[in-house]
């Protein structure tokens, strides 16, 4: 039922700022936990930030304290904020929405947007 479209990837230096969204075709806030992870060729894909319906969020190491989490209920969108990018930020952003509940967890996935760090 969910579907997840990111956008806000291209193009920047190193040292630069980008703000990825995920617009969702329905409320976010159905969905418990929502995360960016991202993959680089070759590379699995990895968790970058995540964030509880509690506002409670999680970063990997490799981001945290450049990378903001957040999500907006009233508008139905989840942001990646990305400040001091690096080279190795490049990599394919993918939103994940995960509803959970007793019986089963749904998840959701968007079709990624490409971030290119480079001077």
């Known amino acids: 039922q969910v579907q997840l479209v990111e956008s806000g990837g291209g193009l920047v230096q190193p040292g630069g700022s980008l703000r990825l969204s995920c617009a969702a075709s329905?409320?976010?806030?159905?969905?418990?936990?929502m995360a960016w992870y991202r993959q680089a060729p070759g590379k699995e894909r990895e968790l970058v930030a995540s964030?509880?319906?509690?506002?409670?969020?999680n970063y990997a190491d490799s981001v945290k304290g450049r990378f903001t989490i957040s999500r907006d209920n009233a508008k139905n969108t989840l942001y990646l904020q990305m400040n001091s990018l690096k080279p190795e930020d490049t990599a394919v952003y993918y939103c994940?929405?995960?509803?959970?509940?007793?019986?089963?967890?749904?998840?959701?996935w968007g079709q990624g947007t490409q971030v290119t760090v480079s001077s």
């Open positions: 964030i509880f319906s509690g506002t409670r969020t």
């Open positions: 994940n929405g995960k509803r959970i509940s007793s019986w089963s967890t749904d998840d959701y």
């Open positions: 329905g409320s976010i806030f159905s969905l418990n936990v």
